[in-house]
């Protein structure tokens, strides 16, 4: 009996790493995200994971993949898989793109640092937001991946031409210019919150922080989080707690116009793209402008509730590009699966910025890894079940609709 129970009873061996042995019982994004709930303040994670008004905009995001079903083939001799594609002329070992988040150091103190060298090893480009708390040579430094940069379109035009001269300097490849804030959404668990950026101390908040020690002391310990990229500026810095919703009514322009957009073409060396179009006509607009690539997004459904889903979107407009300009499709992506159909559908590579964060404040730098490996993982074999050897071969011939 003795040397039957030997036979089937195995230990697992003590892994002495806390942060690997938190992600040793995490199999997919969704269960990061409840990991990031358990590990982050209330009001923190509600930051990151909350949405404009009813979130039914966000939850269409993701819900689009799942109306699409495959057709998968059998029996096509593909023994090896590539999963590599080309975005703006530009070799990518898997079409994905770190999307820009504001404020990122409030998920962990290493913030946009971490992103920046996971993204790094993983040789994909990670786009740094203006409202970064990592400033544009800081990130620059952290490591030599493709770095992107992000433009919220200030009022003062002359902070906005200098932040662009400064990325330029410091190697920024492409330019991302977004576009769908000429007011900010009414994201209601921040309003119900009182939600401040960086969080304004109070009772609930002490509460809250003895309740998720490991995040109180990675925040208490750094140094004071801050709009990295404007310190110093008229604009304020975040220095305060402010309301984000109050700073951008203060700072950004609601009237940028396409006009401003050929200005940025003429100044900016390198590509650059428009993120937030989110209809077919505009998608041609932003074509004649001279993009290199639009970036299909609803915010993340952070501004506008019932905006069109970019995965429900994106056949149109592939159709109406034609295959000449690249498409981005941002918005939703949880599983390679989901990068799978929308490059099925005509997109070159997809954003994604909430999957990272949930990583970033359940493990740190370790957890966006594990995000980067989930979903390089999940292309590679989802690629392998429909019998399709590689991206350059995908098309809608392998899905089906649910609908």
Known sequence: MLKSLRAVVRFKKFEPDPVKRRLSKVANIEDLRHLARRRLPSGVFDYIDGAAEDERTYSRNEAGFAKIGFAPRVLRGNAEIDTSTTLMGKHLPVPLVLAPTGFTRIAHSQGELAVARSAARAGLPYALSTLGTRSIEEVAEAGDGDKWFQVYVWKDRGLVDEMLDRAATAGYSTAVVTVDTATFGRRERDVRRGFTLPPRIGLGTIIDGIRRP?????????????????????????????????????????GLSW?????????????????????????????????DAVILSNHGGRQLDDAPAPIDLLPSVADALGGHTDIILDGGIRRGSDVVKAVSLGAKACMFGRAYLYGLGAAGEQGVDFVLEHLVEGVERTLSLIGCRSLDALGPEYLVDYQ
């Open 214 to 254: 490991g995040w109180s002391l990675d925040f208490i310990k750094a140094e004071p989080i801050m709009f990295a990229n404007v310190t110093g500026e008229s604009v304020g810095d975040g220095s305060d707690p402010v309301s984000l919703a109050e700073y951008v009514a203060d700072q950004m322009d609601p």
């Open 259 to 291: 006009e401003d957009i050929d200005h940025f073409r003429e100044q900016w060396p390198g590509k650059m793209t428009i993120k937030g179009i989110q209809t077919v006509a505009d998608a041609k607009i932003a074509v004649d402008h001279g993009v």
